[in-house]
């Protein structure tokens, strides 16, 4: 990271630490591993969220999505918890995937709301320009597609 000038922030699974490397090398940086549990929605929310702020021009923000494994039981929780949140487009769609669990925008959403005017958190790509970019009028979008679809 160092190369191209990056500051990183990664939010990945607490299981994971237990990899040698990744515990020494990640818990050098300011980055959050997260326990995964039914009632730990808004903690981890807020600790994202938290992780975004100040990001600038030259951090990278990563978001591993590690999540439970599917089962039809998990599956309608999740989807009667993005209803709950009043995120009906995106239950509907939820509903659609048969086979995996539909998405926790909570995360993402937090990061973006927490990122400071002019500055945007995104994972570095190809020619070191962010992946993942907001553009005016993506604001309200719950999702990678709801913010292509919104793009000006």
Same mark, same amino acid.
């Given at each position: 990271?160092?190369?191209?000038?990056?500051?990183?922030?990664?939010?990945?699974?607490?299981?994971?630490?237990?990899?040698?490397?990744?515990?020494?090398?990640?818990?050098?940086?300011?980055?959050?591993?997260?326990?995964? &549990?039914?009632?730990?929605?808004?903690?981890?929310?807020?600790?994202?969220?938290?992780?975004?702020?100040?990001?600038?021009?030259?951090?990278?923000?990563?978001?591993?999505?590690?999540g &439970?494994?599917?089962?039809?039981?998990?599956?309608?929780?999740?989807?009667?918890?993005?209803?709950?949140?009043?995120?009906?487009?995106?239950?509907?769609?939820?509903?659609?995937?048969?086979?995996?669990?539909?998405?926790?925008?909570? &995360?993402?959403?937090?990061?973006?709301?927490?990122r400071?005017?002019?500055?945007?958190?995104?994972?570095?790509?190809?020619?070191?320009?962010?992946?993942?970019?907001?553009?005016?009028g993506?604001?309200?979008?719950?999702? &990678?597609?709801?913010?292509?679809?919104?793009?000006?």
């Amino acid at each position: 990271m160092n190369w191209f000038n990056r500051e990183p922030r990664i939010v990945l699974k607490e299981a994971l630490q237990w990899d040698p490397a990744i515990d020494v090398l990640l818990n050098r940086l300011p980055n959050r591993f997260i326990a995964p &549990g039914p009632d730990t929605g808004d903690r981890v929310v807020r600790q994202v969220g938290h992780l975004a702020t100040g990001l600038d021009d030259d951090d990278a923000f990563v978001i591993f999505p590690e999540g &439970g494994n599917f089962t039809p039981r998990r599956r309608l929780r999740a989807i009667a918890r993005l209803r709950a949140r009043g995120l009906e487009r995106m239950a509907l769609r939820a509903e659609r995937m048969r086979h995996v669990l539909a998405p926790q925008p909570g &995360g993402v959403l937090a990061a973006l709301s927490s990122r400071r005017a002019g500055t945007y958190p995104a994972a570095p790509a190809a020619g070191h320009r962010p992946a993942a970019r907001p553009r005016p009028g993506t604001d309200g979008a719950a999702g &990678g597609a709801d913010a292509a679809r919104a793009r000006p």
